[in-house]
């Protein structure tokens, strides 16, 4: 279960990316470890393709992206990956099948799509005025920041085009900040 996850923005997709890939907020992995206590190799793989590559789900068995792996006796281990990427605030739930060697096996994945609501507290911060300042005085305002979406969120302050920066303009914190 991903529970809530934001929704991905404009077109991102996350289908087919490989599992190194680091989570950047804009999908979720999770990873389910099938360890062979048998002797014997066994070989995993996805039943129906059609339940494990959807718009918003990616199940990855390998690296590759690949839809079989053979997992070496004795206690060899795979991860399996489950790649939620919400694009709608709807809930979602898909039943995965997998085929163990000959006996089938299977995942729910369950998870919900919700928006990030990153808001000021009040309109009114929307517009800092600093007023007639005095060269070299600092003036300090607060602009206070709430989380109002279903799950934590960080976020970094940027000035991209240093805009803020030529007119001596700086923030604390400087750092992602979580609420």
Request: a negative charge; glycine letters at 8%.
């Amino acid at each position: 279960d991903f529970g809530p996850c934001f929704i991905a923005r404009d077109g991102a997709t996350m289908a087919g990316m490989p599992t190194s890939i680091p989570s950047n907020g804009r999908f979720e992995r999770k990873e389910l470890v099938a360890t062979n206590f048998d002797e014997m190799d066994c070989i995993i793989c996805l039943r129906d393709l059609e339940d494990a590559v959807k718009p918003w789900l990616d199940v990855q068995l390998d690296e590759a992206g690949g839809i079989e792996a053979v997992v070496e006796g004795n206690g060899g281990k795979l991860s399996i990956w489950f790649v939620f990427t919400p694009r709608q605030v709807v809930d979602y739930a898909q039943r995965v099948h997998f085929k163990v060697n000959k006996e089938e096996k299977w995942v729910d994945v369950r998870g919900r799509g919700c928006p990030l609501r990153l808001e000021l507290t009040d309109i009114d911060m929307q517009h800092i005025d600093f007023g007639v300042t005095r060269a070299g005085e600092p003036i300090t305002k607060v602009a206070k920041v709430v989380n109002r979406s279903q799950r934590t969120a960080t976020f970094h302050l940027v000035d991209e085009e240093s805009e803020l920066k030529s007119k001596a303009v700086s923030w604390d914190p400087a750092e992602p900040r979580t609420l």
